[in-house]
């Protein structure tokens, strides 16, 4: 059974810092990762997905790597900036069955 | 862009209530879910549809049905509500296909009295 577990839950860093998220999965055979973004009471936005034949992807200040064979994706955000304060969520999909980890909350001091 | 709603933002019901919990998309989407939020647990698929009228149970349906009339609107019912179906509940839409995102509405918050 595919699990999904993101560390730390949660982390505070001040406004500049570049940091990296991580996520690990324990079935590796997957089609796609995802990493998700979520506003306190809101619902999910889409940051990144890798196929599984990618190894990375970007877009803008994030960075997201996926290593299958480890189990393992990060999401590394350059330059933090405090509107950047969200939880963040990967998510790992083999056919049209997303498992989600419960995230990392991430707070961005000004 | 594609845009998910659901009906509501906030609900309260009392134990017992029948409770339906409307989710339309507008991309013309194949694929459509729902699922439940709760702190700790992370995100658990409740129900799944791959086209109309056609239904897939997910990891935790028991206490809820689906319905699936039309292509753009996936309903969610809690048939007779009780208060461990207190949560947050997430639509979420996607194109067929292995590797497509998954693009979700702004969440329902269930109160269960």
């Known amino acids: 059974k595919q699990e999904v577990t993101q560390i730390p839950a949660a982390l505070s860093v001040p406004e500049g810092e570049n940091l990296v998220l991580n996520c690990s999965f324990t079935?590796?055979?997957?089609?796609?990762l995802q990493w998700f973004r979520q506003d306190p009471g809101k619902g999910l936005t889409s940051l990144l997905l890798i196929q599984s034949s990618q190894r990375e992807q970007t877009s803008g200040r994030l960075n997201a790597s996926l290593d299958k064979s480890s189990g393992r994706s990060t999401l590394y955000i350059a330059a933090s900036q405090p509107g950047d304060s969200a939880t963040y969520l990967c998510a790992v999909a083999r056919t049209y069955k997303y498992i989600f980890g419960t995230g990392t909350r991430l707070k961005v001091l000004a | 862009d594609v845009k998910v709603t659901q009906s509501s933002r906030y609900l309260v019901k009392r134990t017992g209530e029948k409770v339906f919990l409307e989710c339309v998309q507008d991309m013309d989407h194949e694929n459509m879910f729902w699922y439940r939020q709760d702190p700790g647990l992370g995100l658990r698929l409740i129900y799944f549809?791959?086209?109309?009228?056609?239904?897939e149970k997910g990891d935790i349906p028991e206490g809820y049905s689906v319905s699936r009339e039309k292509k753009e609107r996936f309903s969610l019912i809690l048939e007779s509500a009780s208060t461990n179906q207190t949560s947050m509940y997430l639509c979420?839409?996607?194109?067929?296909?292995?590797?497509?995102?998954?693009?979700f509405g702004p969440g329902t918050r269930l109160l269960v009295l």
């Open positions: 979420a839409s996607s194109f067929q296909g292995a590797v497509e995102t998954q693009y």
């Open positions: 549809s791959y086209d109309v009228k056609m239904k």
């Open positions: 079935d590796s055979a997957i089609y796609n």
